[in-house]
T-cell receptor, first 114, second 113 residues
Framework: DGGITQSPKYLFRKEGQNVTLSCEQN?????MYWYRQDPGQGLRLIYY???????QKGDIAEGYSVSREKKESFPLTVTSAQKNPTAFYLC?????????????FGSGTRLTVV | SQQGEEDPQALSIQEGENATMNCSYK?????LQWYRQNSGRGLVHLILIRSNEREKHSGRLRVTLDTSKKSSSLLITASRAADTASYFC?????????????FGEGTQLTVNP
């Protein structure tokens, strides 16, 4: 079955630690996206990539980094510079740069600072 | 800043009733999309309506778009308990260089059996 796989489902981070969230898709989609969702709120765009080896900052990129070395993979690193990282992180993909067919989402990673 | 704003923030209805959710946005769009999110899960794409369309149907879903008022509505007919979820509208900008969907804060729908 085609889809997006996010791992892990739950992640705990200590103060000052970097953590990496995995996002893999086997849909052959060109574009991939990372969103952050806080309780009771909508989604805010962190980073997006429309093609391999290229990515752009979204609205809340500070404290985060990404890479897009393969079409299938778009990992997100939450660095120690992100002061309030506790949130639900969602990865998505779209078949083309225009997102004309809508986005396909993964099931999310819940990150908690301990 | 959020492009779309849903109204109401929360809606509670009985099974069998219709549910209507509204979305307003600020800038010109290429298309508007509706998504559903069950608690603690990812979003699921429901329906997309383009800026040159006024109404679209998919099963029990009916979406309208009024670009002059910059607003859209999602109607779920004959609701079921399984429709309980958060519903988000998302707008795609007019620019053709790439899509960056901007999401609203969602409407929490509760359908009571």
């Amino acid at each position: 079955d085609g889809g997006i796989t996010q791992s892990p489902k739950y992640l705990f981070r200590k103060e000052g630690q970097n953590v990496t969230l995995s996002c893999e898709q086997n849909l052959n989609h060109d574009a991939m996206y990372w969103y952050r969702q806080d309780p009771g709120q909508g989604l805010r765009l962190i980073y997006y990539s429309q093609i391999v080896n290229d990515f752009q900052k979204g609205d809340i990129a500070e404290g985060y980094s990404v890479s897009r070395e393969k079409k299938e993979s778009f990992p997100l690193t939450v660095t120690s510079a992100q002061k309030n990282p506790t949130a639900f992180y969602l990865c998505a993909s779209s078949i083309d740069r225009q997102g004309s067919g809508g986005y396909t989402f993964g099931s999310g990673t819940r990150l908690t600072v301990v | 800043s959020q492009q779309g704003e849903e109204d109401p923030q929360a809606l509670s209805i009985q099974e069998g009733e219709n549910a209507t959710m509204n979305c307003s946005y600020k800038t010109s769009i290429n298309n508007l999309q509706w998504y559903r999110q069950n608690s603690g899960r990812g979003l699921v794409h429901l329906i997309l309506i383009r800026s040159n369309e006024r109404e679209k149907h998919s099963g029990r879903l009916r979406v309208t778009l009024d670009t002059s008022k910059k607003s859209s509505s999602l109607l779920i007919t004959a609701s079921r308990a399984a429709d309980t979820a958060s519903y988000f509208c998302a707008t795609a900008p007019l620019e053709t260089s790439g899509s960056r969907l901007t999401f609203g804060e969602g409407t929490q729908l509760t359908v009571n059996p």
